[in-house]
């Protein structure tokens, strides 16, 4: 089946057009609309833990089965609505660039940015790749409330995104994001620095090393 997209914002200004015409099996999702338009737009990919997504009128999860005819359309975060802020385990790249444009916000002044990269070495051994596993919904969860817990101590807090990737990553790659802007600077510094400090405490992220002469699960006795 073929069904139309279109594109807002700097959706449109990335990809340079405002409308694609995609072909789907017959039980086509928006999920899988999306990997098409992904595969023909790659600069798009790095969003995807921060679009929206509507047929019609109506917001629509990534899961909604398409019609034959239906219009998809991709939004970025809709500047000064409410609910603004990002929650999420993903297992797609993680962009900085896509975090800080998430979080704008006409009322900010400053936008603070940490980007958690795997390193090629840990106490001097070598590291090939990492892994990582979540329980994604409590994940989830426990990244909100660090949110809600941000929100009450520093009320010039406008908008947060905290994305913890999961899977295989490669050296140079982010394994956490965390996106604060603020009124103030300072305000959104020391979110940020509080926020990824409580989650590395809090939320339920596993991390598995790899070497060359082994693997280790990080914090647990004995390997």
């Excluded at 106490?123 to 892994?131: C, F, I, M, N, S």
């Excluded at 009124?183 to 596993?206: M, S």
Aim: aromatic share 8%; glycine share 10%.
């Amino acid at each position: 089946m073929r069904v139309r997209v279109r594109f807002f914002a700097r959706y449109r200004e990335a990809t340079g057009r405002e409308r694609l015409e995609i072909d789907l099996p017959d039980d086509g999702t928006v999920e899988s609309a999306w990997s098409a338009v992904v595969h023909r737009h790659p600069e798009l990919e790095a969003y995807r833990p921060f679009t929206l997504f509507a047929v019609g009128h109506d917001y629509v999860p990534p899961e909604h089965r398409l019609q034959a005819g239906d219009e998809l359309c991709l939004f970025p975060p809709v500047s000064g609505g409410a609910g603004g802020d990002r929650y999420q385990v993903v297992t797609t790249l993680l962009s900085p660039d896509a975090a800080a444009a998430a979080v704008d916000h006409p009322g900010a002044g400053g936008i603070v940015v940490f980007s958690g990269v795997v390193r090629n070495e840990t106490g001097g051994r070598p590291v090939k790749y990492l892994e990582y596993e979540a329980h994604a919904a409590m994940a989830e969860a426990k990244m909100r409330e660090i949110g809600d817990a941000v929100h009450a101590r520093w009320l010039g807090v406008k908008r947060i995104a905290m994305l913890h990737r999961v899977g295989r990553l490669e050296i140079g790659e982010s394994s956490v994001l965390i996106a604060v802007s603020a009124a103030h600077r300072g305000d959104a510094f020391e979110a940020c620095r509080y926020a990824i400090d409580t989650l590395k405490q809090t939320v339920p992220v596993w991390k598995k090393e790899h070497f060359e002469d082994g693997e280790i699960w990080v914090g647990l006795q004995g390997g």
